[in-house]
């Protein structure tokens, strides 16, 4: 049954309360969990680090490697200041250098990142940038987006629900503009990459919203990383056109609080210390 | 409860048109929080100026491991100013992110000549932590040479 999580202003509370309500359906798994962040890249001090023990523990990726793979934050050096129509020629020089810079820096790692097995089928910021993601040279969705959100900012208009729409072979189409597609339409597989199969887009009064698609959401070894990830990549859109930033919306549609993975005991143990953290 | 901004909540701060935003209560239904302070926040370093720092790959062939660490840490320092070195790994280096360690590989790999100069997947996750941990890598990977590196790929 599908459920919808209170709306909260932290990926931190969102992310823990998701894995609570989930972590208490039978087997710690449900279907259709959304969750909700109205101010997407902000944090509950310490959450992130509980977290990060954790996985260190158990000998997991950390909250920043998973949040990388979607929006690859330590290649980008943002300008200290946000594209807005009008703007001067140099300054926007100075944001499209800035992403190029991204790209180019991403570009060049991705041969050596795909060659590990468990990239063989891409990566999810790969296929943002170089859509199938596998190889240089593909279809670059984000740059596409910045193109047109910038578009409907010089044309005036601040509400565009055509960003929104959900089908995959238009995901490719330069004339009309879905969500970000990281599901490939002849992918059969039903494990593995991509858990991570779409990422929707609204501009809704001049503020840009989004909502990311998990076909499979591991809440403890990914969600939180997931959650960050995608706050960075809202963050560079919202620079790279002058959008206010929006709230994030993780629909989760099925949610695995990873019972088969981790002892139930600890999970339950990483929500109270994280619980704690929160309430402080 | 305190807050903290994640690297993403730091751009945006330093975005005049944004400041409002991240200082206004939100509409929907909360907890009660304290909000972000942006205002206190530093502005971000600026952009690199010019071409890319460039790594000479006759040079590198050359480097102790010592010398090659510093190396790296000035391509990083000169080429993603964003990237804080301020933080110290385990082996008393400072700490990166893990992509950062590969966007390192893929340099030195670039100015060797060597695309395939590392084996990812032969990599301990530990060794992807620190510029010494990259160092380390690389300039046992140049010692190796060619066609072990080849080998091992």
């Known amino acids: ?280 | 409860m305190t807050w903290e901004a994640t690297d993403a909540s730091l751009w945006r701060s330093n975005s005049q048109s944004h400041r409002t935003h991240l200082t206004s209560v939100s509409e929907y239904l909360t907890i009660c929080v304290m909000n972000y302070d942006a205002p206190s926040v530093p502005a971000p370093p600026p952009l690199p100026s010019g071409p890319i720092p460039q790594l000479d790959g006759g040079r590198l062939r050359r480097c102790t491991e010592a010398e090659l660490g510093n190396e790296l840490n000035a391509l990083v320092r000169g080429a993603l100013p964003a990237v804080g070195l301020n933080e110290l790994a385990a082996d008393g280096s400072p700490r990166i992110a893990s992509l950062v360690a590969v966007w390192m590989i893929t340099q030195v790999a670039k100015a060797v000549g060597q695309p395939r100069l590392v084996s990812l997947s032969q990599v301990k996750a530990e060794e992807l932590r620190s510029i010494a941990g990259v160092a380390r890598l690389a300039y046992n990977a140049l010692r190796a040479g060619p066609a072990q590196a080849a080998a091992a790929s």
């Open chain 1, 1 to 280: 049954m599908s459920h919808a999580i209170e709306p909260v202003q932290s990926l931190s509370e969102a992310w823990l309360r998701t894995l609570q309500y989930t972590a208490a359906q039978k087997n710690g798994r449900a279907v259709h969990v959304v969750a909700t962040v109205t101010q997407p890249g902000v944090e509950i001090d310490g959450v992130r680090t509980t977290i990060d023990a954790f996985l260190n523990e158990h000998g997991c990726q950390s909250v920043e490697t998973v949040a990388e793979t979607i929006f690859p934050a330590s290649l980008y050096t943002p300008p200290p200041f946000d594209w807005a129509p009008g703007i001067a020629k140099d300054k926007e020089a100075e944001l499209d250098e800035a992403a190029t810079r991204l790209y180019d820096a991403y570009l060049d790692i991705l041969p050596l990142v795909v060659s590990v097995h468990a990239n063989r089928r891409g990566t999810y910021f790969g296929r943002m940038i170089t859509y199938p993601g596998r190889e240089v040279g593909g279809v670059n969705q984000l740059d596409a987006r910045v193109r047109r959100l910038r578009s409907e900012a010089n044309a005036g208009r601040r509400t565009n629900n055509t960003l929104d729409m959900d089908l995959a072979a238009d995901a490719l189409d330069d004339s009309f503009l879905p969500g970000l597609q990281e599901y490939s339409e002849n992918d059969n597989r039903t494990r593995g990459f991509p858990c991570l199969t779409h990422i929707d887009f609204t501009l809704h009064e001049g503020r840009l919203h989004a909502l990311a698609v998990y076909r499979h959401q591991y809440l403890v070894e990914k969600a939180y990383g997931n959650l960050v990830g995608l706050s960075s990549l809202m963050s560079f859109l919202s620079q790279q056109t002058g959008c206010e930033l929006g709230e994030l919306a993780m629909h989760a549609t099925f949610a695995d609080a990873q019972r088969s993975t981790f002892a139930s005991r600890d999970i339950a143990e990483l929500a109270a210390s994280a619980s704690l953290q929160v309430g402080r």
